[in-house]
């Protein structure tokens, strides 16, 4: 595996294979917030939304590693130039192997050439470490702990962090 070859694109429906699969990994489910044991209509309605989102607060890429979709960043509340970033790597096997901060990387350079974006703010759970250490290597900054949020099948706190480029 080679992360240099890590893409970000547009989502497409003929993702949605890979979605479905993602979707019966319980891990990755409980990590993301996502319904276990969704039905396959509910998880393609869904995916359908995912694709065609027109928002203009709200953006949603592919990632791409040797040719695959294995994961998904987004920008959220987006507002002038400052963007909240998020990230799903879809197969629990994939993580720890520095896909997720390649992708981040990916994203705050699409996102400054066509939004004008400079700052950034993320949010993790306390007990995902792999994720903190993400932020932590990007340089993100720690800046406050608000909220509590479930984690893999326990209760968690919200860790908020932020980077100005």
């Not at 949603?60 to 987006?78: F, M, Q, S, T």
């Not at 901060?101 to 400054?112: G, T, V």
Request: proline fraction near 1%; include cysteine; aromatic fraction near 10%.
């Amino acid at each position: 595996m080679n992360i240099n070859t890590i893409k970000i694109r547009p989502l497409s429906i003929d993702d949605y294979k890979i979605v479905l699969r993602w979707s019966k990994d319980d891990t990755f489910c409980s990590a993301n917030g996502w319904e276990k044991n969704r039905s396959e209509e509910e998880l393609y309605r869904w995916w359908l939304h995912c694709i065609s989102n027109e928002s203009e607060d709200f953006i949603r890429i592919g990632i791409e590693l040797e040719e695959r979709l294995v994961g998904y960043v987004d920008l959220a509340c987006i507002k002038d130039n400052t963007a909240e970033l998020g990230i799903a790597i879809g197969e629990s096997i994939l993580w720890g192997k520095g896909i997720g901060s390649n992708s981040i990387l990916c994203m705050m350079d699409y996102a400054f050439q066509k939004l004008g974006i400079t700052v950034y703010k993320a949010e993790t759970h306390e007990a995902n470490i792999r994720s903190r250490k993400m932020l932590e290597k990007l340089e993100f900054i720690e800046v406050s702990r608000i909220g509590i949020e479930e984690y893999l099948g326990t209760e968690n706190q919200l860790i908020q962090y932020r980077l100005s480029l």
